[in-house]
C-alpha cells in the first residue's frame, strides 16, 4: 500500500479526496433537504419503452474502479490540467447538488422478481440507492471526465482514450437499462459537465494553487 501511495504525487491524493469528499456532500448530504411531496418523475414515452435488463448493473458498478485508476492517470499526467479537471468536476458537482434541490426528479422502478445472481444485486443497489437525484447523472458525469480527462493527454495510449470513450457509452446504457436513471439525465450532466471544464479552461483556477510553479501553458 505504502508503495502505491509513494507512486503517485501528493497532489493527487488531494485532489482525488476533494472530490471524493465534495461528491459525498452533493449527492448523499442533499437528500434529507429533498421535498419528497414534490419530486418529479422525469420518464418519457421513449424511457418506457427500454427494458429492464438486471445484467447491466455489471457496468454500472464496474466503472467505480475504473473512475478511481482512470482519475488517477489523468490526474499524474499533468499537475495543471489534473487540478483544473479536479475544479472543473467540484464545480459540476456544486451546479448538479442545486438542480437536485431546485427540481428533484424520482423515476418509477420495476418490481423486482425472481432470483438469480444479477437481480441479487439489483436487489442490493436498489436498498442502498434511492430513486432521487437523478438529474443530471453523476454516473454519466464522471465517466465523461475520466475520457473527457484522457483527450490532452501526450502520456495516454491511444487505445486507452478509445477504451475510455467506449466505457462511457456502455455507463450510459447501463443507467438506463437497470432502471437507475431516465434519458434527460445524461444529456444533462454532458452540459453541465463540458460547461464546467469550458469554465475552469476559460478562468484557470488551478492557478490559485500553483502560484510559486511554473505553468505548463
Not at 480527462?149 to 477504451?163: E, N, V
Not at 453541465?192 to 510559486?212: C, D, H, S, Y
Request: glycine content about 6%.
Amino acid at each position: 500500500m505504502d508503495a502505491i501511495l509513494k507512486k503517485f504525487p501528493r497532489y493527487v491524493w488531494i485532489c482525488l479526496a476533494a472530490v471524493l469528499g465534495v461528491q459525498t456532500v452533493c449527492y448523499i448530504f442533499t437528500e434529507p433537504f429533498l421535498d419528497t411531496s414534490a419530486l418529479h418523475h422525469l420518464e418519457t414515452a421513449w424511457d418506457y419503452q427500454i427494458p429492464f435488463r438486471p445484467e447491466w448493473i455489471l457496468i454500472y458498478l464496474l466503472c467505480m474502479p475504473w473512475w478511481f485508476v482512470g482519475g488517477l492517470l489523468i490526474l499524474a499526467d499533468d499537475k495543471t490540467y489534473g487540478i483544473r479537471f479536479t475544479l472543473a468536476y467540484i464545480l459540476a458537482l456544486i451546479v448538479s447538488a442545486v438542480v437536485f434541490l431546485v427540481y428533484p426528479g424520482t423515476l418509477t422502478r420495476p418490481e423486482l422478481t425472481g432470483g438469480g445472481f444479477f437481480m441479487d444485486i439489483m436487489r442490493l443497489v436498489y436498498g442502498i440507492d434511492t430513486p432521487t437525484n437523478l438529474c443530471p447523472s453523476l454516473h454519466v458525469m464522471l465517466s465523461y471526465y475520466i475520457w473527457r480527462g484522457t483527450l490532452d493527454s501526450r502520456k495516454l495510449p491511444r487505445w486507452y482514450k478509445w477504451f475510455c470513450f467506449i466505457f462511457l457509452v456502455l455507463v450510459c446504457f447501463s443507467i438506463l437499462y437497470v432502471k437507475q436513471h431516465v434519458l434527460i439525465d445524461i444529456p444533462s450532466a454532458l452540459l453541465i459537465g463540458e460547461a464546467a471544464l469550458q469554465i475552469a479552461n476559460l478562468t484557470k483556477p488551478e492557478r490559485f494553487f500553483l502560484r510559486n510553479e511554473p505553468q505548463n501553458e
